[in-house]
Nanobody
């Protein structure tokens, strides 16, 4: 089972990007799929941003994502998107998607970076987002 993240790149402050996470498995097989990020030169664990339940469409956002990021799912293409608007320099990071068959991602986003994220079942390889003028 694989997740393939894409869509990262260089964008100016205030710009937008849409990240994609393509799953080799049916997205409906997971309880949730989410997005995380890890800033450069940090030893902190990955920060949870947002997650979505592909069956119900329910979403959950962490504080860093609220109001600027939008997560969505295309079940026909087994792909989850993260639309990021009003990007700031502090959004510069490697962005990862992760999937799990159990209801763990939302709580991991809520509590903040912690090493429990390593227990999530499937991770994508990461895509670099750089926000700079």
């Amino acid at each position: 089972v694989q997740l393939q993240a894409s869509g990262g790149g260089l964008v100016q402050p205030g710009g937008s990007l849409r990240l994609s996470c393509a799953s080799s498995r049916n997205t409906l097989d997971y309880y949730a799929i989410g997005w995380f990020r890890q800033a450069p030169e940090t030893e902190e664990e990955r920060e949870g941003l947002a997650c979505i339940n592909a069956v119900t469409g329910s979403t959950y956002y962490g504080d860093s994502a609220k109001g600027r990021f939008t997560i969505s799912v295309d079940n026909a293409k087994n792909t989850v998107h993260l639309r990021m608007d009003s990007l700031k320099s502090e959004d510069t990071a490697v962005y990862y998607c992760a999937a799990d068959r159990y209801p763990r991602i939302e709580s991991l986003i809520a509590v903040g970076p912690n090493d429990a994220v390593r227990d999530l079942e499937v991770w994508g390889q990461g895509t670099q987002v750089t926000v700079s003028s």
